[in-house]
């Protein structure tokens, strides 16, 4: 079974937008060292597309709505789940539609909406590509700087 997802690409000028995701322990209120990615998230039955799933996903991670998609992205990131996410889910992979987009606000008002996001920062390319914890994203980036898709 596959799990939907949507993500963004997002940039202002010659920099591009990431997110710290942290988890948090269920025990305490104490966060763990996070990842940094594109924004990304599921998408949801009550989204009516994938357009309105990523604004949604933007808003709850980022706090804007300052947003305008450009496209979607010919490729998706794809990514098998692991035996105990499978074993609590019964999804065997998840497959992300990726957007091009552009970020339009004046960064006043990109706040983390929950816990789970510790920071919202911009990049240059090349600080991107090193701050990127995935390789699989990175080598998406990477991709799409070579097809000049940014």
């Known amino acids: 079974m596959i799990r939907y997802a949507v993500g963004a690409v997002i940039f202002q000028q010659s920099e591009l937008l990431l997110i710290n995701k942290v988890k948090i322990s ?6 763990t060292q996070g990842e940094w990615d594109f924004p990304k998230g599921g998408v949801e039955k009550s989204d009516t597309s994938f357009e309105a799933a990523l604004l949604r996903e933007l808003f709850e991670e980022t706090g804007s709505t300052q947003y305008k998609i ?4 010919d490729e ?7 035996q105990e996410f499978i ?3 019964g999804y065997t992979k998840q497959e992300t539609t990726m957007f091009l987009v552009e970020y339009t ?3 006043t008002d990109l706040l983390p909406q929950d816990k789970e996001i510790a920071a919202i920062e ?3 390319f090349e ?3 090193v701050k990127l914890t995935h390789q699989d994203t990175k080598n998406y980036l990477k991709k799409m700087l070579e097809n000049k898709d940014l």
């Open 26 to 31: 269920a025990t305490k209120e104490m966060l």
């Open 70 to 73: 450009i496209k979607q992205l």
């Open 76 to 82: 998706k990131i794809t990514f098998p789940f692991n």
């Open 87 to 89: 074993n609590q889910t």
């Open 105 to 107: 606000g004046n960064r």
């Open 122 to 124: 911009f990049f240059s």
């Open 127 to 129: 600080q991107t590509l």
